[in-house]
């Protein structure tokens, strides 16, 4: 088998948090012993209840941040740091606010030294993608949020890297925005063979954009499941294959569980408070 393009290992990450019982600082463990590879131009959907540790994951794999223990490989090097290899689509719209949408899509292209007059060109097609081609001039804070997570979302297209981590890139967006981008996005990944790991809590978006659904237990993350989403054949309206039906609801019953054990532990929690 060939090097697989992300490879997790073991991997394990904790915050320092206030503890107010303790009355000092304790441990939390966010993820741990996280075990996946993603391989060269799949398309990967991570689903789990909120606060599993998702962004958690993307983050380490970003590169943003380093993990307690284990190792993560990308291209079979560890990961020390961020890099242009790896374009991230955050939770919260990231965007430069000293910037216009066209400037916060040209940033990218800067630092991978592309020429001006081609940045331009390149920023017009992004922002025409995204249905924002008259919005080139508006700085964020005069964006709506779902304006902004588009622009974003142009961004990390624009510039074009090797792997796309997105964080529930479309979470924010209406339902026909949302099909549009989903399309443009596997289009665009069938075009350019990227890597994706991709973010969601809707069920029906990840089957549809995934070849596989990784599903996390609640808190601490870890891999539950991975879920092969093996439709005969990808032409046509997959949303109304048999299948479809099928890897929806087995993923949705996986889901519930881990969502169940999630507030019972919340429970816990507070009744030991109380
Ligand atoms: N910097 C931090 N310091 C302390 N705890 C953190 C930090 N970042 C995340 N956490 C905790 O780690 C856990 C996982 O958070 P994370 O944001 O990865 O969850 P998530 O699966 O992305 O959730 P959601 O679906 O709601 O976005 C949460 O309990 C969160 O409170
Ligand atoms: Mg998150």
Not at 162 to 191: G, N, Y
Not at 226 to 247: C, H, M, N, S, Y
Request: a negative charge.
């Amino acid at each position: 088998m060939s090097q697989p393009k992300i490879s997790i290992r073991g991997v394990t990450k904790t915050f320092s948090v206030r503890d107010a019982n303790l009355g000092r600082p304790s441990q939390f463990t966010a993820v741990s012993d996280i075990d996946i590879d993603v391989r060269a131009g799949e398309f990967l959907t991570l689903v789990g209840p909120s606060g599993c540790g998702k962004s958690t994951l993307l983050d380490l794999i970003a590169g943003l941040t380093k993990p307690a223990s284990g190792t993560i490989l990308l291209d079979g090097e560890p990961i020390t740091g961020p890099g242009l290899d790896r374009g991230i689509v955050f939770q919260q719209y990231a965007l430069f606010p000293w910037r216009t949408a066209r400037g916060n899509i040209e940033f990218g292209l800067e630092a991978k030294g592309v020429g001006r007059k081609e940045r331009r060109a390149r920023a017009a097609e992004f922002l025409d993608l995204v249905g924002l081609s008259g919005f080139a001039d508006r700085y964020p804070h005069e964006l709506s949020g779902g304006m902004r997570q588009r622009v974003a979302i142009a961004r990390s297209l624009a510039f074009d890297p090797e792997v796309l981590l997105m964080d529930e890139p479309f979470a924010a967006l209406d339902a026909q925005t949302r099909e549009s981008l989903q399309e443009e996005l596997l289009s665009i990944w069938q075009r350019t063979g990227k890597t994706v790991v991709f973010i969601t809590h809707g069920i029906d978006e990840a089957v549809y954009l995934g070849q596989r659904v990784a599903i996390m237990t609640s808190r601490p993350g870890r891999i539950k499941e991975i879920v092969d989403i093996d439709f005969e054949t990808r032409e046509g309206d997959l949303r109304a294959d048999a299948k479809f039906g099928e890897f929806r609801h087995h993923i949705w019953t996986a889901l519930r569980d881990e969502v169940a054990a999630a507030q019972a532990h919340e429970r816990e929690a507070v009744g030991s408070v109380g």
